[in-house]
């Protein structure tokens, strides 16, 4: 595709997630190695790369999830040969662990326990969730994956550490 089409398409999907009040989130961490287990068996593991924990509010959409999926695969977070954040997972030939976590949807701002009303239903969760996941995989990276809707033990070794905090409507 010519750079033009790919730029009107950018600016096209841009429109669609920027200027909303709220977005899909993401809490994006380098690590050495990293790994998920459900009721003590591993479900999914990575050595070098980003752990992505990716929680969907109600009116997240495809556009939403593809933005946070190609921000990731090129996210410069890794170090070149003079010690810089200059490179990407993809560059560093790194993997995905990406975990749903609707938790990040919870708003204590009126008390106390947290309100989850801003979090998606879970079956909508799901299907942009497994569409990120896909994206991901798309690009060409490996990704392994958390099991949607169960009690999970994160395990990671952060390197740096590096945390970013990322949503598809750019407010961080």
């Keep these: 595709m010519a750079s033009g089409g790919r730029a009107r398409i950018d600016a096209a999907r841009d429109a669609t997630v920027e200027g909303r009040e709220n977005s899909m989130r993401a809490v994006v961490q380098r690590v050495s190695r990293a790994q998920v287990a459900v009721k003590g068996e591993i ?12 929680g969907v509010r109600r009116d997240d959409t495809e556009a939403d999830a593809t933005y946070l999926a190609e921000k990731i695969c090129g996210l410069r977070v890794f170090d070149d040969d003079q010690g810089k954040m200059n490179r990407s997972v993809q560059n560093v030939g790194g993997s995905v662990l990406a975990v749903s976590q ?8 009126r008390g106390k326990r947290p309100s989850f009303d801003a979090a998606a239903p879970a079956e909508q969760a799901r299907q942009l ?5 896909g994206q991901i995989r798309t690009a060409g990276l490996r990704c ?4 949607f809707q169960e009690m999970m033990q994160v395990e990671l070794v952060n390197e740096g550490p590096v945390t970013m905090l990322l949503d598809s409507a750019k407010e961080f």
Aim: glycine share 18%; net charge negative; charged share 15%.
């Design 102 to 109: 609707f938790t990040l949807y919870g708003d204590v701002r």
């Design 144 to 147: 392994e994956t958390g099991c």
């Design 43 to 54: 479900a999914g593991q990575i050595g070098l790369g980003l752990l992505v924990l990716l």
């Design 129 to 133: 969730y497994e569409f990120f996941v």
